[in-house]
């Protein structure tokens, strides 16, 4: 017999299967006949896990308890939330999967995702106006555009979960101020973060290894600390940061691994002061800077050995330190427009020196001389 129904369903009570006995003083057992008029209590009115129902049949009643749910739900996928609204809402804990849209058109302050959850599939959020979600441990992977246009949702924390990827504009346009990451997470997609502009401060795991175009793109960070094992950050990855001031590096450079900066990761990010890039950077691509016309502090990895076309320039520089022992090799108007100081490692002092490449002068660390000086 069935014992759970959907809220609001606009059927009655499922009478197939259901076995009603008449016993009488005698002894004698007899199957009695039911239907609809002997039912009382039958609602689908409101959500309940033990709504008790009536059966009533000549002046004898007995009774038994059905479940009215407010999700659709199969083989573990929720794929719609048919409350639509409320202070909050608590998945059933046999959730494995939130499907597409499945909290479209649904309006809660928060939500509270249960423990046994392993993924958010692309859109399940888009444009809600939940201000608050719990994520369980249990959450491996979400989808593109998930929680994309989350303009309520002002703190959003995947600490706890085991997400490798945030994907394509995932969290696009979401007001949060603040975002932690999980240290499981390897990768940040293009995009994922475009137009976050509330956000402030995002600590990135040593797990990252890369940072996908334009994943930053006109967020409001004013500081990002880069792991020093990244492997790759691509185009314009913190394009139009217009808040951001400071980029450092943190954690240790795991042995063998190389990094790659493409171009313009910094264009438009007009009141940056301190740049560090990470240890593993072997290679920085064409104009990494652009209208950033004063920085304070310009710091190069002691494994950088590459730097392209126009790569630092568009830039003056007060404190310019290179920690790479060999000269990275240059290409033309790679060097910052204006220095007034170098630092490079101790004893490599006369190779920076007499560095030339290309034969142009306009390519040759040698255009630094005596603004240059050993680490202590």
Known sequence: MQTTYLLHADTGLNLEGLVVEGIYDNGKRERLSVSADNILGFSTENVSEELPVT????????????KVV??????GVLTEVLMK?????RLPTDVKVIASSAFASCSFNKIILNEGLEEIQADAFSNNPVKEIVFPESLK????????????????????????????????????ETIVLPASLEEIS????????????IA?????????IEAFRESGLREVTLPNSIELIEERAFYLCRNLRQVKSTGILKQGVTGIMHHGIFQYCPDLSVVELPESVESVGQTLFSANVHLDVLT???????????????SSVKVFTVNAPEPPSLEIYSLPEQVEQVVVPK??????NHKVDNESLRNSWGTLVGRMKENN
């Open 347 to 352: 004893g490599a002092l006369q190779a920076y």
């Open 70 to 75: 407010d999700y659709v739900i199969k083989d």
């Open 141 to 176: 992977k979400i989808g593109e555009y998930c929680f994309y246009g989350c303009r309520n949702l002002i703190q959003l924390d995947l600490g706890h979960t085991q997400i490798k990827t945030i994907p394509m504009r995932a969290l696009s346009n979401v007001a949060a």
């Open 55 to 66: 059966i009533v049949i000549d002046g004898k009643q007995a009774s038994f308890t059905i």
């Open 190 to 201: 293009s995009q994922s973060l475009l137009h976050t502009d509330n956000l402030r401060s």
């Open 85 to 89: 609204e409320g202070e909050e809402y």
């Open 300 to 314: 190069l990895g002691r494994n950088l050995k590459h730097l392209a076309f126009n790569a630092l320039g568009n």
């Open 204 to 212: 990135l795991p040593e797990s990252l290894k890369k940072i996908g």
